[in-house]
């Protein structure tokens, strides 16, 4: 049985205090994770370590990076390795935010590099992928989705794939307030576990998690979680409010 996911995002937001507070807080209220479910904190990366040790004995809880270069070690100041990740026991990673391929230039073949890299050193990528309103109004996102995977996913192996997580972001719904419906999700996440069906056959398709992301909140996740191909969500704003995340995580299915 694949995952149900309940990922938080914080971006580029809180102090390190701030953060520490947070997950006390989040941590503090009840909350229920089963055996095939899973919680993953994003968190900046100077505030990992503190994650990591904060959140190291609690069973299928994990600390992701939001972002992690394509290259080993070298002369690339300000960019984090696969190695520095591995060092913190950090275990998985946000490849290709939309926030990334719009404000850094992050293309489809750049974000095939990270993905590659993170597996060669077992880190788990949570890929993004996601149309922008105009290709939303143009009727083209399945198309536009199909060469985001095509491009940057679909040169692996299964044995690979199935490492990875995906998470399908319509940019029109990220920290917009404007979710999209839940049929509107199913169709999207069907349409992606048939692209993989097809790829690499049904069992491979299966087993692979697909979160939705773009304005999860308390009030929509469960009704959103409940769609047959969405197993969990990638939760930007509201990740950052202990009552909200705590319910998002109580409405993984
Ligand atoms: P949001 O962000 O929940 O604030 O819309 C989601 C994301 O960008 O991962």
Avoid at 32 to 37: A, L, P, V
Avoid at 82 to 93: G, I, K, W
Avoid at 172 to 183: L, V
Wanted: glycine share 6%.
């Amino acid at each position: 049985m694949r995952k149900q996911i309940a990922a938080a995002n914080w971006k580029m937001n809180l102090t390190i205090q701030q953060g520490e507070q947070l997950i006390d807080d989040i941590l503090a209220i009840p909350h229920d994770i089963k055996d095939n479910q899973e919680v993953i904190f994003a968190v900046p990366a100077p505030y990992l370590a503190m994650a990591q040790q904060k959140l190291r004995n609690k069973e299928n809880v994990f600390v992701a990076a939001q972002n992690v270069y394509s290259k080993k070690s070298g002369a690339y100041t300000g960019e984090i390795s696969v190695d520095m990740l591995s060092s913190l026991a950090v275990q998985y990673v946000v490849i290709g935010h939309s926030e990334r391929r719009e404000y850094f230039n992050e293309s489809n073949a750049f974000l095939a590099e990270k993905v590659n890299i993170c597996l060669d050193n077992n880190i788990h990528p949570i890929f993004c992928c996601g149309e922008a309103l105009a290709i939303r109004e143009a009727g083209t996102q399945n198309e536009f989705v199909a060469s985001q995977l095509k491009e940057s996913l679909y040169h692996l192996s299964a044995d690979q794939i199935r490492r990875i997580v995906i998470a399908y972001e319509p940019i029109w719904a990220i920290g917009t307030g404007k979710t999209a419906s839940s049929a509107q999700a199913q169709e999207m996440h069907a349409f992606i576990r048939t692209s993989l069906t097809d790829q690499y056959g049904a069992n491979t398709a299966n087993s692979i998690s697909i979160l939705y992301g773009g304005s999860v909140k308390a009030a929509n996740a469960a009704e959103i979680f409940s769609q047959p191909d969405v197993d969990g969500g990638l939760v930007g704003g509201a990740s950052l409010n202990a009552e909200e995340f705590a319910s998002i995580i109580n409405a993984l299915q």
